[in-house]
């Protein structure tokens, strides 16, 4: 995310509730990375479980000052809905 994004925060968090389309949740680390807020610890987790591929779109709404809320679209526009079970069991297997 471009550093700009930061001016949305008092502090930038240190972790991040990404919330999806379904209800949905995890949490995510957040940290400083050459000008850039990125994605850090749970991402990957949260990418391979909703199977987000290269040429997808992912978009992200500040809601709360530490959750945002992701909405994934294939690379043919349409918005991908993945449910809550296979999402909780990994993020469950990590912790």
Known sequence: MPLDFTKNFLAVPTEFKLKNNT???SKVTVKLMNSRVTL???WATYASVHQIKID?????KL?????LKVIIFDNDGTEVFNKCGKHDEAFAAKE
Not at 56 to 60: A, E
């Open 40 to 42: 850090d610890q749970g």
């Open 23 to 25: 209800g949905c949740s």
């Open 63 to 67: 809601l709360t000052p530490d959750t």
């Open 56 to 60: 997808y779109t992912v978009t992200f």
